[in-house]
């Protein structure tokens, strides 16, 4: 069976893409640690990311970067923070994230985002992305 995430690729069931190649997809979690919260995943199921062949790491990390910097751009945090931990969906990711406070990189803290401010918060980082 299909991962929630695979599932998000494939259009079965809604989600906030942002950003999307032969190799991974971005998305926004649904119950982010802050506004704009976004999901890097790879197109293939593997749920350990040391499984992962080295440039399919490579190019999620780039994609991450990227959408860092357009983070940046759009919620005007200090920072952007990386996340690669694995326990909630067996389908390897990295979260990436704006931050001002180390307390957000607590996975704990995370929570319910409204729909519409979450598609507020994705068509911002697409016309950010759009812009490089």
Do not use: N, Y
């Amino acid at each position: 069976m299909s991962t929630i995430f695979t599932r998000i690729m494939e259009g079965e069931i809604p989600g906030h893409v942002v950003w999307t190649d032969e190799v991974c997809a971005v998305f926004l979690d649904i119950e982010p640690l802050t506004p704009g919260h976004a999901l890097v995943v790879p197109r293939a199921e593997v749920d350990h990311w040391v499984d992962l062949p080295e440039e399919t790491t490579a190019h999620l990390m780039q994609v991450a970067a990227r959408v860092g910097r357009a983070q940046l751009r759009v919620f005007g945090s200090d920072r952007v923070g990386v996340i690669v931990q694995g326990f909630e969906v067996p389908h390897a990711h990295v979260h990436v994230f704006p931050t001002s406070d180390p307390a957000d990189f607590d996975l704990g803290r995370k929570g319910p985002r409204d729909q519409d401010d979450l598609a507020a918060d994705a068509a911002a980082l697409r016309g950010a992305l759009a812009q490089g």
